[in-house]
């Protein structure tokens, strides 16, 4: 007999809401994290859920199915990711905040979050919120939690997982699902799988978001403990990335709208304010660099305005602001702001086409003037003429790590998948681990955490269901580690 | 005075459409093609129009518009082209659509033609039958027609076209429109803006669709002429290609779906139905060759149906059957399909991995039996299994290169642009001839035309407008090349 019918490694969000889904369908379940709290990543970020079909969707009168959600997030992704595991996560992500919320979870508002036709970012308090929720529901459900314990290895008898080893211990188990995060904290796998990542960060490096303090929850354990069994990882070269002008490690998400960016050919490819999930491939698409560019008007204009309250997202030691006058004097000092008295002049010092620069701007300040961006559509709410000099330009890179999408393939069931597609008897996976569910675009601000609880409560509640007998006495007292937590 | 307010080059769908349009405008119009009948490159099209909102669609129940079609179209394309050029094709295109009709185009029916929610293709009788509605509208509308005369190069004064000139003729005219198709026909531009299609394609080298024949219509004379004035050329490595087997130049568009198609490692990767439009980017994942694979049984049953009304494109030679089984048989002798009693066999000879590709036919059979495809979805109906030896594989690859969409840089109103984008005066271009309004993702059957004629419309009524004077006289007499019609 086994210590657990289930074994989760890894506290995020998706190993909570699998240890729960696991819990609900009466197995005992162990939590294992190989940091000192639960939470892992997740409790970083903006707590963002991309969902369809919901009541809370209905609430605000937005009519929305999984069906529309399916077709979106296959269309942006161009067909490249499977459909039945897309599928999956489309049909079951609505459930499952609904779900969370019958746990206590609030629901604030649900906003557009990326390119979708009707908002789908169901909006929380944030991250920490959702854990906050999740962990007490572990602790009412009686799941056994044991911190500090970084597995080594897992254990396998004749093909399948039975167990987990830590160090010297060993904990047998029916089956283990695994939720260890991604690999942003990782820079040889990052290197390996995300190349990409590096290479468009280039000279200035990759930087996870949120720095060393929240990349450390990000090992990428998944992908060597699942190599043992020969499982297929995927998701090479997915991953997202945000742009920043690289004035600190803490940039903002958005620009402001004052900004004006043009490619190495000195035109301009985009809508500024599009959001961050297409940002990455029209920006990638540049095949160069891409450059910022403002008046002084504009920058005389930006003055600091963070408070508290407008740090949605609550990273140690995040500045929040990085286009406010005094980081951009700073800036204009170590060299990563160029400013020029003139147009032609600025384009000179980034060795693009001076000429066209000046009719790109010149084109833009008509499009203001007129009050329509004929080119790219931007609001023209947003639009500002830049044609007060001295004039300023800053490179802006995609190298702030958010999100990583490589790691064992899943089905749609959550078990994880050998070379030949079929599964590896006693495994599952889910969340930020995985690869296969996450495409080459990020559907939208949600899409990492939509998938996290989708699959995380799809591969607690099938790996539960694929132990084939009834519940055994958990031995929390046998195997807890000296510092774990007790429900 | 000039010869004419409006000269056009090509005399294929778009072409046509400019001139009646800057007719309709009340122009005087030449419309000049190098070869020695109208109709370019478009008469040999399947005659499908992608569009939105227009009455064909409602007539059908189906409730679209314009906008609904421009966010499927930008989404698809991940947003990399730009958005006005794309709004205004989507807002055009329906009513163009309906403009053709006026004229007396028969639209029998719409389907769906790609990834669309809804049915957006307008199927007409053919590409001729488009072009002989065009041709009897451009004689009624006085428009003079020049053929067999190849412009050389354009008359430019003080930097704004004024005229062409064929070899020591020159025509003098207020705009001129460019409309002289892809580059399908010319190996050197083909290796200079999309390698990725010599690429792809591989030892078997591209072949045009229709061949010779066809590909004699699309010489991409666009791109030097407008060189000339200093146009940017933009679409690099933007094209259709479609996927076959390479048993001859003239394949199937469609697979039929007794075909599994795997990927080097042996596993599949996509529903084998997809429409070709987002077959090419899945392919291209796959970052390696790929396979058709069947079984005996299927080949056995895949006889001979051609008939001439399947024909639904008349093109010169077009043999319109792959997948038969006196073709396989004689493909086997060829080597370009290969033939093994076992599935591990079948692998071995691929140099893929046997076990792989045993797995992914044991699931593919197991979902067949289950009659659901829980991978990608292939519609059940269409799924058979993969079990009588002997069995049998054949690469397959994009190498029939069926659209280009690499050309001067238009904006949305057809207006030929520079580096900067600023439009070069006295120029547009519409059509396969330019680059910018196609992505990296051709969005479905009909997505060519829609261009061609969305963009022939707009450029030829903008060039019409740019010419601030009244009608002048024709003087076709002048200048018509010894060979020309008159109308």
């Known amino acids: 007999?086994?210590?657990?019918?289930?074994?989760?490694l890894g506290a995020g969000i998706a190993g909570?809401?699998?240890?729960?889904?696991?819990?609900?369908?009466g197995r005992s379940v162990l939590l294992v994290d190989a940091e000192d709290?639960?939470?892992?990543?997740s409790q970083f970020s903006t707590g963002m859920i991309m969902a369809a079909g919901t009541r809370f969707q209905r609430e605000k009168g937005v009519e929305d199915d999984a069906e529309s959600l399916f077709r979106h997030y296959m269309t942006l992704n161009q067909w490249k990711v499977d459909a039945g595991v897309v599928k999956a996560l489309c049909y079951e992500v609505g459930p499952a905040v609904e779900w969370l919320a019958d746990m206590g979870l609030q629901i604030k508002d649900v906003y557009f979050?990326?390119?979708?036709n009707v908002p789908r970012g169901h909006v929380t308090v944030g991250g920490d919120a959702i854990v906050k929720v999740l962990h007490s529901r572990v602790r009412n459900a009686g799941i056994d939690i044991a911190l500090r314990r970084r597995v080594d290895q897992l254990v396998v008898e004749d093909g399948r997982v039975t167990g987990v080893r830590v160090g010297d211990d060993s904990i047998s188990a029916s089956v283990v699902v695994l939720a260890t995060g991604g690999i942003e904290g990782n820079p040889r796998l990052i290197e390996k799988y995300i190349p990409m990542a590096v290479e468009l960060a280039g000279t200035r490096g990759v930087?996870?978001?949120?720095?060393?303090?929240?990349?450390?929850?990000?090992?990428?354990?998944a992908i060597p403990l699942s190599q043992q069994v020969g499982a297929q990882i995927t998701g090479f070269n997915?991953?997202?990335?945000n742009i920043t002008p690289g004035f600190s490690t803490e940039s903002d998400t958005y620009f402001p709208a004052w900004l004006v960016v043009v490619n190495s050919e000195g035109r301009r490819f985009y809508d500024e304010m599009s959001p961050y999930s297409v940002t990455q491939p029209?920006?990638?698409?540049?095949?160069?660099?891409?450059?910022?560019?403002?008046?002084?008007?504009a920058k005389r204009a930006a003055q600091p305005r963070t408070t508290e309250k407008q740090r949605k997202v609550r990273i140690p030691g995040q500045t929040w602001e990085d286009w406010i006058e005094p980081v951009i004097d700073e800036n204009v000092h170590t060299g990563k702001v160029i400013k020029r008295d003139t147009i032609a002049g600025l384009a000179r010092a980034l060795d693009i086409p001076p000429d066209n620069l000046v009719k790109t701007l010149q084109k833009y300040n008509a499009d203001v003037a007129a009050g329509e961006d004929t080119q790219f559509l931007k609001k023209p709410d947003y639009m500002r003429p830049v044609t007060s000099g001295p004039f300023y330009a800053a490179e802006v890179r995609l190298s702030r790590l958010s999100v990583t999408a490589v790691g064992p393939k899943v089905d749609r069931d959550g078990r994880v998948l050998d070379g030949g597609n079929a599964p590896i008897r006693g495994l599952f996976a889910a969340g930020e681990c995985?690869?296969?569910?996450?495409?080459?675009?990020?559907?939208?601000?949600?899409?990492?955490?939509?998938?996290?609880?989708?699959?995380?409560?799809?591969a607690g509640r099938s790996a539960a269901r694929s132990v084939g007998r009834s519940r055994v006495v958990a031995m929390a007292g046998e195997i807890a580690a000296p510092h774990s937590e007790r429900p």
Chains 1, 2 share one sequence.
Do not use: H, W
């Open 282 to 297: 029209i920006v990638y698409e540049q095949g160069g660099p891409v450059y910022a560019i403002f008046d002084d008007e």
């Open 434 to 458: 995985t690869g296969g569910v996450l495409g080459d675009v990020y559907v939208g601000s949600g899409n990492a955490l939509a998938n996290c609880i989708a699959f995380g409560r799809v």
């Open 113 to 116: 979050s990326g390119d979708e």
């Open 37 to 41: 709290s639960i939470g892992g990543r």
């Open 1 to 8: 007999m086994s210590d657990y019918d289930v074994v989760v």
């Open 207 to 221: 930087y996870p978001n949120g720095g060393a303090e929240v990349a450390k929850y990000s090992q990428g354990d």
């Open 238 to 241: 997915r991953f997202l990335a």
């Open 16 to 25: 909570m809401c699998a240890a729960i889904a696991a819990a609900e369908e």
